[in-house]
């Protein structure tokens, strides 16, 4: 496992539709919206992201757990708040925010992730349950030494923002 640290001024009290207009994404799936990734977090904070990268498949629920003590996964709000900051990021790399997940319709969870096609900037969904390959990047926020207990697919409810 690799990983790179940024630093990522976040307003939380910034609503899901202000954030993507101000990442200037050429294009955002339409599911990617306050009512389906509600957060409780308000105020702005300077945070440090860590991207993390795994060299084989892994779970998202191994991701969390090789993210360690000191880091938890990251929110909507927070990789949002990434790829406006640093544009270019996800040109090169698909980034995935664990630490917000959303049940669609048909039951699937869901988790967002930033990644570039063809020159444009795209925020996209992808599936909590299966493998990820070593392609994905996983951001990570680094957090104080105390953490709740790591989720699990049986915590995950019907629209869920992670607060460890």
Not at 58 to 69: C, T, Y
Not at 74 to 101: C, F, H, M, N
Request: charged letters at 25%.
């Amino acid at each position: 496992m690799t990983k790179q640290t940024y630093t990522v001024t976040v307003d939380y009290s910034k609503s899901v539709t202000e954030l993507v207009k101000e990442g200037k994404y050429d294009w955002a799936n339409d599911d990617i919206t306050a009512d389906h990734f509600p957060s409780k977090e308000k105020g702005t904070k300077r945070i440090k992201i860590a991207l993390f990268k795994f060299d084989h498949d892994i779970s998202s629920e191994d991701v969390i757990k090789e993210m360690g003590k000191g880091f938890r996964p990251a929110s909507l709000k927070e990789i949002l708040s990434l790829g406006a900051q640093y544009p270019d990021l996800q040109r090169k790399d698909w980034i995935v925010a664990l630490g917000s997940t959303w049940r669609g319709s048909y039951g699937y969870v869901y988790v967002p992730y930033l990644y570039g096609s063809g020159g444009d900037r795209c925020l996209s969904l992808g599936l909590w349950f299966g493998v990820w390959d070593s392609c994905w990047l996983f951001a990570g926020v680094q957090v104080s030494s105390t953490l709740k207990p790591p989720i699990t697919s049986k915590t995950l409810g019907t629209s869920d923002t992670l607060t460890l």
